[in-house]
């Protein structure tokens, strides 16, 4: 969806490498689990703006 309403309102070729530029990323979970083999604990994952972003909250002691 944000590539048609992008290409609506600006340039149309800056908004099609989105879908191609999120298809390689690890799911939610894969990175939690990366996080936590990081030395990260209290892993948290949420979607934000109707899931167009993701926020991830750690914490790690040193």
Avoid: K, W
């Avoid at 309403?5 to 979970?29: C, E, F, K, Q, V």
């Amino acid at each position: 969806m944000v590539p048609f309403i992008g290409s609506l309102l600006s340039d149309r070729d800056a908004y099609h490498y989105l879908p191609a530029s999120t298809a390689y990323l690890p799911s939610s979970r894969e990175i939690a689990a990366m996080l936590n083999r990081c030395g990260f604990s209290s892993v948290n994952h949420r979607r934000v703006m109707g899931g167009l972003s993701q926020q991830f909250l750690a914490t790690r002691t040193s």
